[in-house]
């Protein structure tokens, strides 16, 4: 058990970097972002902006789960990629839909997997309200 908890403690780690970096190299656009976003064209740039940063934050979540797979690999849990990356991908993202599961001697890694997506979904949920609010909040008609 304590290997799993260390082994899974060190990829949750690993894993929030990997995010928070992604999160910090979109943070350090922001001043573009603003540049770009002007009122003409607003509701095209807008939406653009949203759409690419979701992408952006996507693509950090993916290699999130092939660090998992590879974990699960590197412990022999799995012999085929397919069904390693397949496994992380559930576990990740708390879908967990039980046709693959992980034996006694390393279950606890699956929940671990699934705290850590915990974490980062909500650290990207977190960063995409702070970015909606600086490109659609700044736009607000003026009410009088």
């Not at 702070?130 to 003026?142: C, H, M, R, S, V």
């Amino acid at each position: 058990m304590l290997n799993q908890l260390v082994l899974g403690s060190f990829i949750i780690i690993l894993t929030i970097i990997v995010q928070v970096i992604f999160l910090g190299i979109l943070s350090s656009r922001f001043d573009q972002i603003r540049k770009f976003e002007t009122r003409d064209y607003m509701h095209i740039k807008s939406p653009i902006v949203i759409v690419l940063s979701v992408l952006w934050l996507v693509l950090g979540i993916t290699i999130n789960t092939w660090i998992w797979a590879f974990a699960f690999l590197f412990v022999g849990e799995f012999t085929e990629l397919e069904e390693a990356l397949y496994f992380a991908i559930a576990s990740f993202t708390t879908l967990g839909f039980g046709d693959v599961i992980l034996s006694q001697q390393w279950r606890i890694m699956g929940a671990l997997s699934a705290v850590n997506g915990l974490l980062v979904f909500g650290l990207n949920a977190a960063f995409l309200v702070e970015l909606i609010g600086i490109t659609w909040g700044k736009y607000k008609p003026n009410r009088k």
